[in-house]
């Protein structure tokens, strides 16, 4: 595959330095290509493409209707693009196949989505004040604004980034992550295709503690809306300081999923597999640890294990594959690692096996974590994996409690059939989205992100767009001559 370069003010263009890093395909582990590496130069130039597209461009001033225009062109030449994507995507991220290419036809859907909302609900409100004033407020778009973004599951997050950022009016630069650098840049040539003018949207490959840093540092940059680790968050949060700037954090889980002894057994059972070893575990709101009520752990324990054994690992590029290697061989020794460390700290790990003719790529086994402890480093970390802790509760009160000790509150799934326990449970657990009796199905519209350390914000639905994208003004108007104190006047 050829190198892939940066794209700034329209044009593909190499890094300032010439600088270039391997990107790896985490099955073969061969080098895919090379992709430009952009420093604090590049990151300046394309703010200044990107404010002075905002400021001096037509993409500011443009009628709604033109705007939404190239939003939905841009849908549409994703749908062309879908089977290039979605390969492209597996061989950079080592998803399987069957995955991506869903996960990519959804791209499309956020940029629809939003063209939608930004006719429908990006509006203000006027507020009547008796018979003197008249109050609205407008909501405009920020200017340039930063969207820097994980590896995992890279097109339908950016898209999801990309297209409020667009269609509420601000311009972008992204930042991709280093490891799966590919579909953002196919997506500036499906910008660029559409004919979208120049400087709104650039893409500056790089490494996070340099090009990252620069943007999160820029001053013509008002706003960055991060996906990734905690930790990198605290950092950005951290370095974005000093130029004040309005931050939108999407961080790690840890996710609970509680299943009551009156769950629908065979239904819990498959949301519980599918939601910790879909993705390849590489997924925020995993539901990575098992809350099983006493009473049904023992089948319960029984059919993962079943389950587990049968999971299909292999060849990302092959349709059957469920499970593919992780991203690259850092990741593989955290993941392992964390395993090992349950394993001396009293686990019972229990692991599908690699199938024979796997010589090649980071592949971590499906693995269950048994008799795992709420405590235990393995079940209060972000493992990342396809690795879920399984532990036993016998209450509800004592679920709710071990489900919210932890330092995170992404998601989090509730199986019971009933319907008043369900409510309670999902009310009382800390965590920005929960499912009842139903897996992590996705609905455009609510507000998504978490609370304690996954996260500060909501993005979805109209959040994104009245709560980060664009910046409320509120505009007083006197409709008659109400009173004004008398300051300095000669009486
Ligand atoms: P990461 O934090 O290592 O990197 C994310 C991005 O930040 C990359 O583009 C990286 O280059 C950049 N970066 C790193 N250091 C930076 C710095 N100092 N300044 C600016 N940018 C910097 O995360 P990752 O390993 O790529 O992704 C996995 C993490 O993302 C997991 O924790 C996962 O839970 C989280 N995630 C969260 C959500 C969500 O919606 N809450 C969704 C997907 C992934």
Redesign the pocket.
């Known amino acids: 595959m050829k190198d892939i370069q940066l794209y700034i003010n329209g044009a593909f263009v190499p890094a300032q330095n010439q600088a270039m890093f391997d990107n790896l395909n985490p099955y073969t582990e061969q080098r895919i290509n090379q992709v430009a590496s952009g420093g604090k130069k590049d990151i300046q130039a394309a703010c200044a493409a990107a404010e002075a597209a905002f400021k001096d461009g037509p993409w500011g001033h443009m009628k709604l209707k033109d705007r939404m225009s190239y939003i939905e062109k841009i849908a549409d030449l994703i749908d062309d693009a879908v089977d290039e994507i979605a390969v492209m995507e597996s061989h950079d991220t080592g998803l399987p196949i069957s995955q991506t290419r869903k996960m990519v036809a959804r791209a499309a859907e956020n940029f629809r989505f939003y063209s939608r909302m930004v006719q429908t609900h990006l509006h203000g409100d006027a507020y009547q004040v008796d018979d003197t004033f008249i109050n609205y407020t407008v909501y405009q778009p920020l200017g340039p604004v930063g969207l820097?973004?994980?590896?995992?599951?890279p097109f339908m997050?950016t898209t999801w980034k990309v297209a409020p950022a667009l269609a509420s009016g601000n311009t972008v630069v992204l930042?991709?992550?280093?490891?799966s650098p590919l579909s953002a840049n196919k997506l500036a040539e499906i910008i660029d295709a559409a004919g979208v003018p120049n400087g709104v949207f650039n893409v500056v490959h790089g490494?996070?503690?340099t090009?990252?840093?620069a943007?999160?540092q820029n001053t013509k940059v008002k706003a960055i809306s991060?996906?990734?680790?905690?930790?990198?968050?605290k950092?950005?949060i951290r370095?974005s300081a000093d130029s004040l700037k309005k931050t939108s954090m999407?961080?790690?889980?840890k996710s609970p999923i509680i299943v009551f002894d009156d769950a629908d057994f065979d239904r819990a059972l498959d949301a519980a597999v599918w939601g910790i070893f879909s993705f390849n575990g590489?997924?925020?709101?995993a539901n990575s640890r098992l809350f099983i009520h006493s009473a049904i752990k023992e089948p319960f324990i029984k059919a993962l294990k079943h389950r587990v054994d049968q999971v299909k690992m292999g060849d990302p590029m092959d349709d059957s594959t469920e499970l593919g290697p992780l991203i690259d061989h850092g990741h593989f020794s955290k993941v392992s690692g964390y395993i090992d460390k349950a394993e001396i700290e009293g686990c019972e790990v229990y692991q599908g096996a690699l199938p024979s003719g796997i010589s090649k790529g980071h592949f971590v086994p499906p693995t269950l974590l048994l008799n795992a402890r709420n405590d235990m480093q393995a079940s209060q970390e972000?493992i990342?994996g396809p690795v879920m802790s399984v532990i036993e509760f016998s209450s509800e009160e004592e679920a709710i409690q071990l489900a919210n000790e932890i330092e995170y509150g992404?998601a989090g799934y509730v199986w019971t059939n009933d319907i008043k326990r369900g409510h309670r449970v999902a009310q009382a657990v800390d965590a920005g989205m929960l499912w009842v009796n139903a897996q992590n199905v996705r609905d455009l519209r609510i507000p998504?992100?978490?609370m304690k350390s996954?996260?500060i914000g909501r993005?979805g639905g109209h959040h994104a767009l009245l709560e980060f994208y664009t910046e409320p003004k509120a505009i007083h108007v006197s409709i008659a001559d109400h009173p004004i104190p008398q300051f300095g006047k000669a009486y």
């Open positions: 820097i973004t994980p590896w995992n599951a997050l930042k991709p992550a280093e490891l490494y996070g503690e090009a990252g840093a943007l999160v991060f996906t990734g680790e905690t930790v990198t968050g950092t950005i370095n999407e961080l790690g889980g590489e997924r925020c709101t972000e990342f992404l998504f992100g978490g996954s996260g993005e």
